[in-house]
């Protein structure tokens, strides 16, 4: 079975563009999140989406966006891009939204460089 | 406020031996405790978890322990093998979706 997957894998970008990433998740898993790992640091939560609506989000700004589709694939959008999110972008994908006792499975990331 | 820490930036161990990562929390509310692992171009995989309720969990090589009154939990890895070498994080949640990470081990096992 395929595991989460996202693209484009690589990505180069310049200040004040924007940039769309994509994720699809495992077969059969409804809720997706998105995760921002910026080098030397661990993965910082952006946002969730289950059954395409936002379940949360975490200390972002407006600039970052995103949405799921009824299929569950999901897109980060960001907005103004700044030197400082350049990053690699995790997507995991689990069952349900409800809680993290269900397990989440990541995708290999977008690595995002902004100059 | 990194609410999740891990204060070893590496850990080199010697095939055979035992590996032991630690990581400390600041939040009283976190109830799971999660390790994952992750290699080069790849995402994060889930290791073993722990729920509040729990002292010690087990699983094949790799035991974790939760020590809540120092808000500390470990893990261990025997016998270490060349293929754990990777990046470990610790992760926590309060019963809900958000994972908090820490910054992660990077592990060397020397054969």
């Known amino acids: 079975d395929a595991g989460v997957t996202q693209s484009p894998t690589h990505l180069i970008k310049t200040r004040g563009q924007h940039v769309t990433l994509r994720c699809s998740p495992i077969?059969?898993?409804?809720?997706v999140s998105w995760y921002q790992q910026v080098l030397g640091q661990g993965p910082q939560f952006i946002f969730q989406?289950?059954?395409?609506?936002?379940?949360g989000r975490g200390n972002f700004p407006d600039r970052f966006s995103a949405r799921q589709f009824p299929n569950y694939s999901s897109e980060l959008n960001v907005n103004a891009l700044l030197l400082g999110d350049s990053a690699l972008y995790l997507c995991?994908?689990?069952?349900?939204?409800?809680?993290?006792?269900?397990?989440?499975?990541f995708g290999p990331g977008t690595r995002l460089t902004v100059l | 406020d990194q609410q999740v820490k891990q204060n070893s930036p590496s850990l080199s161990v010697q095939e055979g031996r035992i590996s032991i990562l630690n990581c400390d929390y600041t939040?009283?509310?976190?109830?799971?405790f999660l390790w994952y692992k992750k290699y080069p171009a790849e995402g994060p995989t889930f290791l073993i978890s722990?729920?509040?309720?729990?002292d010690k969990n087990e699983d094949g090589r790799f035991t974790v322990f939760l020590n809540k009154s120092a808000k500390h939990l470990s893990l261990h890895i025997v016998p270490s093998q060349p293929g754990d070498s990777a990046v470990y994080f610790c992760a926590a949640s309060v019963s809900d979706y958000k994972l908090s990470f820490g910054a992660g081990t990077t592990v060397t096992v020397r054969a």
């Open positions: 995991a994908s689990s069952l349900e939204g409800q809680s993290s006792y269900n397990e989440q499975f």
């Open positions: 077969s059969g898993h409804k809720s």
């Open positions: 989406y289950y059954e395409k609506e936002e379940r």
């Open positions: 722990i729920s509040s309720i729990k």
């Open positions: 939040n009283s509310m976190f109830d799971y």
